[in-house]
T-cell receptor, first 115, second 116 residues
């Protein structure tokens, strides 16, 4: 079992709807959780991070974290065609070298927002 | 600031050939990483360097070597390329701040490698 699991999709939503992307992780000691967006042929870019249980909102994006259930999600409100991309969930774990923290990525969920 | 730069952008190799992928960052970051990305597999960590002078293996290190040349540069070497190493390679960097668990990564544009 991969340490970070995501549904590969594609998730298809109409323009203006809420897109809900989910991620589960296996390491209960994980402290930091990230969502990256990756357009086709481009490199990943960070869009949200969350460290505490609950919700964190930034514009149209809301990250939700439930450490007891080992679950992190990303909600995109008022979805736009420009949101069509692959969304990667990443979870930080402690690395071998002291003070280093290594992200483990899920396989990503493809989101398609259709007009 | 250029951020994270990678060279080359695209490379074709024959099986058994060697090459070095170059990565440099101008953000004064301590940590640097090499990932490979294959269709349906997400990003898999090959090697990382938590700070200048240190390197550690990641999830898929076999067939690769790395050098942290200085704080800015982190290179990835394929000594004898194999078709299974056909992939997109991303370099990333991050800063170890006071809340070290919270560091985020900045990615380079990627190198597309085809091994025939």
């Amino acid at each position: 079992q991969k340490e970070v699991e995501q549904n590969s999709g594609p998730l298809s939503v109409p323009e203006g709807a809420i897109a809900s992307l989910n991620c589960t992780y296996s390491d209960r000691g994980s402290q930091s959780f990230f969502w990256y967006r990756q357009y086709s042929g481009k490199s990943p870019e960070l869009i949200m991070f969350i460290y505490s249980n609950g919700d964190k909102e930034d514009g149209r994006f809301t990250a939700q974290l439930n450490k007891a259930s080992q679950y992190v999600s990303l909600l995109i409100r008022d979805s736009q065609p420009s949101d069509s991309a692959t969304y990667l969930c990443a979870v930080n774990r402690e690395g071998k070298t002291g003070g280093s923290y290594i992200p483990t990525f899920g396989r990503g969920t493809s989101l398609i927002v259709h007009p | 600031n250029a951020g994270v730069t990678q060279t080359p952008k695209f490379q074709v190799l024959k099986t058994g050939q060697s090459m070095t992928l170059q990565c440099a960052q101008d953000m004064n970051h301590n940590s640097m990483y090499w990932y490979r990305q294959d269709p349906g597999m997400g990003l898999r960590l090959i090697y990382y360097s938590a700070s200048e002078g240190t390197t550690d293996k990641g999830e898929v290190p076999n067939g690769y070597n790395v050098s942290r040349l200085n704080k800015r540069e982190f290179s990835l070497r394929l000594e004898s390329a194999a078709p299974s190493q056909t992939s997109v390679y991303f370099c990333a960097s991050s800063d170890l701040g006071l809340a070290a668990t919270r560091e985020t990564q900045y990615f380079g544009p990627g190198t597309r490698l085809l091994v025939l």
